[in-house]
């Protein structure tokens, strides 16, 4: 089954410690996207990568890293999670960049203390 | 500022009733995209609209491009409980690789 999936679903922590959330895909996309949602902002992008090796920030990049070393997973890394990262996020994958769909993961709900 | 600016935020019709969700940008539409989501989970793709003056009908759902690619709207007609949820326009808008969306619409169909 075509799928993007994300771990975890849930997550509680504490600030300053170092966390991630890891996405992974099986339909060979090369385009990856990080967002957050948050409540009267809809969703806002965080990073993105066009294919292996190749991210760029997005809208809100501050505060959170992203690889992409395969083409299948694109881990969101937050090195000293604050409050204000507190959000609903998802990641989505599509086949490339433009005029295509966007395949989104179930999304992680983090709360960080 | 919003790249993409949805308009109503929120809507609470009657169960058979019409309803009409907006969405506009200052810049061209190089690609709008309607998305519905259940409250809490992730993003189901309803429909993609590229071409000025386009219109694309799925089930009960219509959605619009118009002619200056700038606004789209997406129309329910003879709405239904499973019509609730959030409805979310995302657009490709040139200004790079980077994809925007809208705040969202909160629908609520009262049975």
């Known amino acids: 089954e075509a799928q993007v999936t994300q771990n975890p679903r849930y997550l509680i922590t504490v600030t300053g410690k170092k966390l991630t959330v890891t996405c992974s895909q099986n339909?060979?996309?090369?385009?990856m996207s990080w967002y957050r949602q948050d409540p009267g902002l809809g969703l806002r992008q965080i990073y993105y990568s066009m294919n292996v090796e190749a991210t760029d920030k997005g809208d809100v990049p501050e505060g959170y890293k992203v690889s992409r070393k395969e083409k299948r997973n694109f881990p969101l890394i937050l090195e000293s999670p604050s409050p204000n990262q507190t959000s609903l996020y998802f990641c989505a994958s599509s086949l490339s960049y433009s005029s295509e769909t966007q395949y989104f993961g179930p999304g992680t709900r983090l709360l960080v203390l | 500022s919003q790249e993409l600016e949805q308009s109503p935020q929120s809507l609470i019709v009657q169960e058979g009733k019409n309803l009409t969700i907006n969405c506009t940008s200052s810049k061209t539409l190089y690609g709008l995209y309607w998305y519905k989501q259940k409250y809490g989970e992730g993003l189901i793709f309803l429909m993609m609209l590229q071409k000025g003056g386009e219109e694309k009908s799925h089930e009960k759902i219509t959605a619009k491009l118009d002619e200056k690619k700038q606004q789209s709207s997406l129309h329910i007609t003879a709405s239904q409980p499973s019509h609730a949820g959030i409805y979310l326009c995302g657009a490709d808008l040139n200004t790079g690789n980077q994809f925007y969306f809208g705040t969202g619409t909160s629908l609520t169909v009262i049975p």
């Open positions: 339909m060979n996309h090369e385009y």
